[in-house]
C-alpha cells in the first residue's frame, strides 16, 4: 500500500514535469499514454504448467503477458536469467539481479487441476515481486472452470494494475459489436481481445450501433425487427430479456446511455428530420435536445454527463457540434475538413474521437480536444475507419476498419501507437463499443 | 509492426480509392425529407406515431453505487510473507449470456423477399444517387414517372422506399443520408400526384448493401433508392 502511493505521487509529478516542458509540442500528447519511463518494468518468469492440460500454463503465460502490455501501465521486459527454479526462495540473488537489470516487478505463477476436485476445475496461482521493497507484495489464487481459464489471467492483470495505479484495468472489459451472419447483422459480445466472443441476438435482420449500460448490464441498440420502425432496443445480457425503450415513427438511432445511466440520449426522425432526443430512464420522460432542419445524430457523453457531442449537417457535410445536456449552448467543433462524424468522448475527458475525412477522401479517426485547441490524426493509410470507442482508462481505443478488406475490429493506442487487429473470423464485423470498466 | 503490415498491405485498395474519389464529391447542403416541424422543447411521447411511442416499462439505468467502487469487483493482492497461501478466489464469467432464441429469427427477411417479388412483378425501378448526394437525377425522374404510373393504376397497392448508401462515412451518418435518399423518393413521387400516405420510407443506410465489392461500380449499385410493393401490413 505504502509503495502504491509512493509510485502515484512519483507519477503524477512526472507526469506534470513533462506537460509544462511539452506543451509547445506539436505531436501528440496524452497523459495516460506517452512518457516511456512513466511505465513500470515487468519482468513474467511464466506460468508454469502443474499438471494441467497441455495448454494451460502456456496459454495464461500469453494471456497476462498481452494485458500487462496493453495496460499501458507497465512495460514488459525480458528477464532470460530467470526461471521456476528462482521462485521457490524469495528473495533471492537470482531476483535482485534482475532487478538490477531493469525490472521492477517480477510475476509469476503456475496453472493446474484443482487437487481432488472431480469436476476438473482448474486452478492458478499467480505471485508479485517488488524490487523498490525486495520481497513478494502479494499473490492470488483462482479456481474455476476451464472455460474461464483466460479470465483468470484477466483478473490477475487487472489486480497488477490496481495495485501500481488504484484504477481497475482494462483485462476484464468486453466488446460489444455486430457481425454478419448470412443476411442479418446481430449483436456479439467479446472479451476486449478478442477472444470468448458470444451472439447476444438472433433476430434474422438488423441491429445495430450497441452501446453499454453503465453498470454493463444491458447494451441498448437500434433493432428492425418492428416492420414500420427502426427501435430503440435494450437487452439485459445475464438473461437475454429484451425491452423496446423507444419505438417512435421512423428512424431511432444511435443511443447513448448517460455516465450515470439516468438518460438515454438518441437521434430520431418522428418529426421530419433527424433530431436528437434525450429520456429519462427513470420516468419515461422525453425532451427534445435540437431544433435544425437538417441530420442531428450520434450523441456522445462527456464524462461530467453535462454535455453531449455529436453529428450535425446543418453546415453542408456532418461535423461535429457540442452542447449541455439540455440542448442549450450548441457550438461548432470541428471545421477542418468537409466530413467529420460518429463523435466519441474519451472517459477521461480530455478528447474527442471522431472519424474525419481526409484531403484524399480517405475515413480515418481524428482526435481533438473539447476546447478545439488541438487536433490530431490517429490513423492513416486505406480502408473505412469507423465507430470508435474508448476503453473505460481512456488509453486506446476501438475501431472498425476495412483496411485489410472486409470491415474487421481493430484497437489502437490513444497516442496511436499499437495498432492490432481484433477480430478474425467472420466476414463483416462492425460498431464496436467497449465496456465500462467492471 | 502489425500497424505496418495494415498500412503496406493493400496499397492496391488504396489507388482504387483515389482513382474514384474526385468527381465523386459533391455536396448535399440542404436537408433531405419533410419540412421541419418547428416545434422545440418537449415532445410527448405518442405525438403523431400511429402508434409508436416510448416504452413504459424498460428498467431504469441509474448506476447504482453499489456498482461504482473503484476497485471494480477486484479484492487485491494477499499478503504472502512468510510462506502464507493465498486465499482461493472462484472465477466465474462475469457477464453470463442468455441462450439464444432464434423463433422469430428471418421473420423480416421473408417480407423483403416478398415485397422484392411484387416489385419485380410490377416493374418498378430503383433510383441511384451520385457520392454523398440526396439529389434524384434525370435517369431518376424518368425511372420514378413510371413507378408513379404503376401505383396511380393499382390503386390497392401501397410502395416502400429503402434508401441505401456505399460503404465510405459512417454507418451512423449513412443511415441519415439513406433517409433523405428514401424521402427524396417519396417527395418526387408526390409531385407526380402520388398520395403521400402509399408511399413508405426505411433508411437502411450501408448496412444491407447490394453489391460488397470495393469499387465504384459497386458503390454506385448502392447508392439507390430501392422501391418495393409494401406487402401485408
Same mark, same amino acid.
Not at chain 1, 513533462?18 to 512513466?38: K, Y
Not at chain 1, 516487478?105 to 481432488?116: I, M, N, S
Given at each position: 500500500?505504502?509503495?502504491?502511493?509512493?509510485?502515484?505521487?512519483?507519477?503524477?509529478?512526472?507526469?506534470?514535469?513533462?506537460?509544462?516542458?511539452?506543451?509547445?509540442?506539436?505531436?501528440?500528447?496524452?497523459?495516460?499514454?506517452?512518457?516511456?519511463?512513466?511505465?513500470?518494468?515487468?519482468?513474467?518468469?511464466?506460468?508454469?504448467?502443474?499438471?494441467?492440460?497441455?495448454?494451460?500454463?502456456?496459454?495464461?503465460?500469453?494471456?497476462?503477458?498481452?494485458?500487462?502490455?496493453?495496460?499501458?501501465?507497465?512495460?514488459?521486459?525480458?528477464?532470460?536469467?530467470?526461471?521456476?527454479?528462482?521462485?521457490?526462495?524469495?528473495?533471492?540473488?537470482?531476483?535482485?539481479?534482475?532487478?538490477?537489470?531493469?525490472?521492477?516487478?517480477?510475476?509469476?505463477?503456475?496453472?493446474?487441476?484443482?487437487?481432488?476436485?472431480?469436476?476438473?476445475?482448474?486452478?492458478?496461482?499467480?505471485?508479485?515481486?517488488?524490487?523498490?521493497?525486495?520481497?513478494?507484495?502479494?499473490?492470488?489464487?483462482?479456481?474455476?472452470?476451464?472455460?474461464?481459464?483466460?479470465?483468470?489471467?484477466?483478473?490477475?492483470?487487472?489486480?497488477?494494475?490496481?495495485?501500481?495505479?488504484?484504477?481497475?484495468?482494462?483485462?476484464?472489459?468486453?466488446?460489444?459489436?455486430?457481425?454478419?451472419?448470412?443476411?442479418?447483422?446481430?449483436?456479439?459480445?467479446?472479451?476486449?481481445?478478442?477472444?470468448?466472443?458470444?451472439?447476444?441476438?438472433?433476430?434474422?435482420?438488423?441491429?445495430?450501433?450497441?452501446?453499454?449500460?453503465?453498470?454493463?448490464?444491458?447494451?441498448?441498440?437500434?433493432?428492425?425487427?418492428?416492420?414500420?420502425?427502426?427501435?430503440?432496443?435494450?437487452?439485459?445480457?445475464?438473461?437475454?430479456?429484451?425491452?423496446?425503450?423507444?419505438?417512435?415513427?421512423?428512424?431511432?438511432?444511435?443511443?447513448?446511455?448517460?455516465?450515470?445511466?439516468?438518460?438515454?440520449?438518441?437521434?430520431?426522425?418522428?418529426?421530419?428530420?433527424?433530431?436528437?432526443?434525450?429520456?429519462?430512464?427513470?420516468?419515461?420522460?422525453?425532451?427534445?435536445?435540437?431544433?435544425?432542419?437538417?441530420?442531428?445524430?450520434?450523441?456522445?457523453?462527456?464524462?461530467?454527463?453535462?454535455?453531449?457531442?455529436?453529428?450535425?449537417?446543418?453546415?453542408?457535410?456532418?461535423?461535429?457540434?457540442?452542447?449541455?445536456?439540455?440542448?442549450?449552448?450548441?457550438?461548432?467543433?470541428?471545421?477542418?475538413?468537409?466530413?467529420?462524424?460518429?463523435?466519441?468522448?474519451?472517459?477521461?475527458?480530455?478528447?474527442?474521437?471522431?472519424?474525419?475525412?481526409?484531403?484524399?477522401?480517405?475515413?480515418?479517426?481524428?482526435?481533438?480536444?473539447?476546447?478545439?485547441?488541438?487536433?490530431?490524426?490517429?490513423?492513416?493509410?486505406?480502408?473505412?475507419?469507423?465507430?470508435?470507442?474508448?476503453?473505460?482508462?481512456?488509453?486506446?481505443?476501438?475501431?472498425?476498419?476495412?483496411?485489410?478488406?472486409?470491415?474487421?475490429?481493430?484497437?489502437?493506442?490513444?497516442?496511436?501507437?499499437?495498432?492490432?487487429?481484433?477480430?478474425?473470423?467472420?466476414?463483416?464485423?462492425?460498431?464496436?463499443?467497449?465496456?465500462?470498466?467492471? | 509492426?502489425?500497424?505496418?503490415?495494415?498500412?503496406?498491405?493493400?496499397?492496391?485498395?488504396?489507388?482504387?480509392?483515389?482513382?474514384?474519389?474526385?468527381?465523386?464529391?459533391?455536396?448535399?447542403?440542404?436537408?433531405?425529407?419533410?419540412?421541419?416541424?418547428?416545434?422545440?422543447?418537449?415532445?410527448?411521447?405518442?405525438?403523431?406515431?400511429?402508434?409508436?411511442?416510448?416504452?413504459?416499462?424498460?428498467?431504469?439505468?441509474?448506476?447504482?453505487?453499489?456498482?461504482?467502487?473503484?476497485?471494480?469487483?477486484?479484492?487485491?493482492?494477499?499478503?504472502?510473507?512468510?510462506?502464507?497461501?493465498?486465499?482461493?478466489?472462484?472465477?466465474?464469467?462475469?457477464?453470463?449470456?442468455?441462450?439464444?432464441?432464434? =423463433?422469430?429469427? /428471418? &421473420? +423480416?427477411?421473408?417480407?423483403?423477399?416478398? %415485397?422484392?417479388?411484387? *416489385?419485380? !412483378?410490377?416493374?418498378?425501378?430503383?433510383?441511384?444517387?451520385?457520392?454523398?448526394?440526396?439529389?434524384? =437525377?434525370?435517369? /431518376? &425522374? +424518368?425511372?420514378?414517372?413510371?413507378?408513379? %404510373?404503376?401505383?396511380? *393504376?393499382? !390503386?390497392?397497392?401501397?410502395?416502400?422506399?429503402?434508401?441505401?448508401?456505399?460503404?465510405?462515412?459512417? =454507418?451512423?451518418?449513412?443511415?441519415?443520408?439513406?433517409?433523405?435518399?428514401?424521402?427524396?423518393?417519396?417527395?418526387?413521387?408526390?409531385?407526380?400526384?402520388?398520395?403521400?400516405?402509399?408511399?413508405?420510407?426505411?433508411?437502411?443506410?450501408?448496412?444491407?448493401?447490394?453489391?460488397?465489392?470495393?469499387?465504384?461500380?459497386?458503390?454506385?449499385?448502392?447508392?439507390?433508392?430501392?422501391?418495393?410493393?409494401?406487402?401485408?401490413?
Amino acid at each position: 500500500m505504502r509503495l502504491r502511493t509512493c509510485l502515484l505521487l512519483t507519477c503524477s509529478a512526472l507526469v506534470g514535469a513533462i506537460g509544462i516542458l511539452e506543451s509547445g509540442a506539436t505531436d501528440v500528447f496524452l497523459e495516460a499514454t506517452r512518457p516511456d519511463f512513466q511505465k513500470i518494468p515487468v519482468g513474467v518468469i511464466g506460468i508454469q504448467n502443474a499438471g494441467g492440460p497441455e495448454w494451460l500454463g502456456g496459454r495464461l503465460e500469453e494471456g497476462l503477458k498481452s494485458d500487462i502490455r496493453r495496460s499501458l501501465v507497465f512495460t514488459l521486459v525480458d528477464v532470460p536469467g530467470l526461471g521456476f527454479k528462482d521462485v521457490g526462495t524469495v528473495p533471492n540473488p537470482a531476483f535482485k539481479q534482475a532487478v538490477e537489470g531493469g525490472a521492477s516487478v517480477l510475476v509469476w505463477g503456475k496453472a493446474g487441476l484443482k487437487e481432488g476436485d472431480k469436476d476438473a476445475d482448474i486452478s492458478m496461482e499467480g505471485f508479485v515481486y517488488d524490487g523498490g521493497s525486495n520481497e513478494v507484495v502479494g499473490g492470488k489464487r483462482y479456481v474455476g472452470s476451464s472455460s474461464v481459464a483466460r479470465l483468470m489471467a484477466h483478473r490477475f492483470a487487472d489486480e497488477l494494475v490496481f495495485r501500481y495505479t488504484g484504477e481497475p484495468g482494462i483485462a476484464r472489459t468486453k466488446i460489444a459489436y455486430v457481425s454478419e451472419q448470412g443476411a442479418a447483422r446481430e449483436l456479439f459480445v467479446m472479451d476486449y481481445d478478442g477472444y470468448e466472443p458470444r451472439q447476444v441476438t438472433s433476430d434474422g435482420f438488423l441491429n445495430l450501433m450497441p452501446r453499454w449500460s453503465p453498470d454493463r448490464r444491458f447494451l441498448v441498440f437500434t433493432a428492425y425487427r418492428n416492420r414500420n420502425t427502426q427501435d430503440i432496443d435494450m437487452i439485459e445480457l445475464a438473461t437475454g430479456k429484451r425491452w423496446t425503450m423507444v419505438s417512435l415513427s421512423g428512424l431511432n438511432i444511435t443511443p447513448a446511455l448517460s455516465p450515470d445511466g439516468n438518460f438515454l440520449a438518441f437521434a430520431s426522425s418522428y418529426e421530419g428530420n433527424s433530431e436528437l432526443y434525450r429520456l429519462d430512464t427513470r420516468t419515461k420522460a422525453l425532451q427534445r435536445l435540437t431544433t435544425h432542419a437538417s441530420g442531428d445524430l450520434s450523441p456522445s457523453w462527456a464524462p461530467s454527463g453535462r454535455e453531449l457531442a455529436f453529428a450535425s449537417d446543418r453546415s453542408g457535410g456532418p461535423q461535429i457540434f457540442l452542447m449541455s445536456a439540455d440542448g442549450s449552448n450548441v457550438r461548432r467543433l470541428t471545421f477542418e475538413g468537409d466530413y467529420n462524424a460518429a463523435p466519441a468522448w474519451s472517459p477521461r475527458g480530455n478528447w474527442i474521437a471522431y472519424v474525419c475525412r481526409t484531403p484524399k477522401k480517405e475515413y480515418k479517426l481524428c482526435l481533438m480536444t473539447p476546447d478545439g485547441q488541438r487536433r490530431v490524426q490517429l490513423t492513416t493509410g486505406p480502408g473505412v475507419d469507423d465507430s470508435p470507442s474508448w476503453s473505460p482508462d481512456g488509453r486506446h481505443l476501438v475501431f472498425s476498419s476495412t483496411a485489410d478488406g472486409k470491415s474487421q475490429i481493430y484497437m489502437i493506442n490513444a497516442d496511436g501507437k499499437d495498432l492490432e487487429r481484433v477480430t478474425f473470423t467472420g466476414v463483416h464485423n462492425s460498431a464496436p463499443a467497449w465496456s465500462p470498466a467492471s | 509492426m502489425r500497424t505496418t503490415r495494415v498500412i503496406w498491405y493493400l496499397p492496391l485498395m488504396a489507388g482504387m480509392a483515389l482513382m474514384v474519389a474526385p468527381g465523386c464529391s459533391k455536396k448535399a447542403v440542404q436537408s433531405g425529407g419533410d419540412a421541419q416541424s418547428s416545434q422545440a422543447g418537449a415532445a410527448s411521447a405518442d405525438k403523431g406515431t400511429g402508434g409508436g411511442g416510448v416504452g413504459s416499462n424498460f428498467p431504469d439505468t441509474t448506476l447504482s453505487n453499489r456498482d461504482a467502487g473503484a476497485a471494480g469487483g477486484l479484492r487485491g493482492l494477499d499478503a504472502v510473507g512468510g510462506g502464507k497461501s493465498p486465499s482461493e478466489e472462484r472465477v466465474t464469467n462475469g457477464t453470463m449470456m442468455a441462450k439464444l432464441d432464434p =423463433s422469430q429469427s /428471418g &421473420r +423480416q427477411m421473408d417480407a423483403i423477399r416478398s %415485397e422484392q417479388a411484387a *416489385a419485380d !412483378a410490377a416493374g418498378l425501378r430503383d433510383v441511384f444517387f451520385a457520392y454523398d448526394s440526396f439529389a434524384i =437525377s434525370e435517369e /431518376g &425522374r +424518368q425511372a420514378l414517372s413510371r413507378n408513379a %404510373e404503376w401505383i396511380k *393504376a393499382n !390503386a390497392g397497392a401501397n410502395l416502400k422506399i429503402e434508401g441505401h448508401c456505399d460503404e465510405r462515412g459512417t =454507418s451512423a451518418y449513412n443511415l441519415v443520408l439513406g433517409e433523405k435518399r428514401a424521402k427524396a423518393v417519396r417527395n418526387y413521387l408526390v409531385e407526380l400526384g402520388v398520395s403521400a400516405s402509399r408511399v413508405g420510407v426505411v433508411s437502411y443506410g450501408k448496412e444491407r448493401p447490394f453489391c460488397k465489392e470495393r469499387d465504384e461500380a459497386c458503390y454506385a449499385q448502392n447508392r439507390r433508392g430501392h422501391v418495393v410493393v409494401k406487402t401485408g401490413k
